[in-house]
Structures are given as C-alpha cells and as structure tokens.
C-alpha cells in the first residue's frame, strides 16, 4: 500500500480556515435572523387570515345550529301532518261506510 504525501508547498492557508469559520458561525446567526423576521410576518399576514377564518368558522357553526333546529321544528311538523293526514283518511272512511248504509 502507497502513501501519498502532499508536497510541502500544498499547506491549507490560515486565511480560509478564518473564512470557514466565520461562514460556520454566520449561516446559524442567518437562520436566526430570518426565524426572527418571520415571527412578526407571521403575527402581520398569517395570524389575521387566521383569525378571519375563526371568525367564519362560528359563524358556519351558527348557521348550522340555526339549521339543525329548522330541520327538528320541519320533521315535527312534516310528522303533525302526516297525522293529520291518516285522520282525515280514516275519517273519510268512516263517512263513506255511513254513506252505504244509509242508502243500503
């Protein structure tokens, strides 16, 4: 197995190690800058849009409330007339046998 040696001349200059470095510590503190931008843009732009849909989110829940008790008050008063219906039925049954034994 070879070893391969650098010649002397090919030293990795201190200046970029610097460099390196300070792009090292620069990207985390970039990261933070922006989460700490996006905070308030967030709070400006996305909280009140969120907010609004609240908003029309009670006011569906309401909607269907309102809807959901018109629905029971139409289902008891379908079902009165329904009643009301076999009533009138049976009555004019009762009236028709009167009927046929009065001219029987």
């Known amino acids: 197995m070879q070893v391969h040696e650098f010649p002397s001349s090919a ?3 201190p200046h970029y190690i610097g ?3 300070r792009l090292r510590q620069g990207i ?3 990261v933070q800058v922006n989460q700490l931008q996006t905070i308030p843009y ?3 732009k996305v909280l009140p849009r969120f907010r609004e849909k609240e908003v029309e989110v009670e006011d569906i829940n309401k909607k269907n409330m309102e809807f959901e008790l018109r629905m029971e008050r ?3 008063e379908a079902s009165a007339w329904q009643q009301r219906a076999k009533y009138n039925d049976n009555m004019i049954n009762i009236l028709k046998i009167n ?3 009065v001219y029987a």
């Open 99 to 101: 009927l046929q034994q």
């Open 42 to 44: 967030i709070e400006e």
């Open 74 to 76: 139409l289902v008891a």
């Open 28 to 30: 985390p503190e970039k």
């Open 11 to 13: 030293k990795v200059r």
């Open 19 to 21: 460099k390196g470095d």
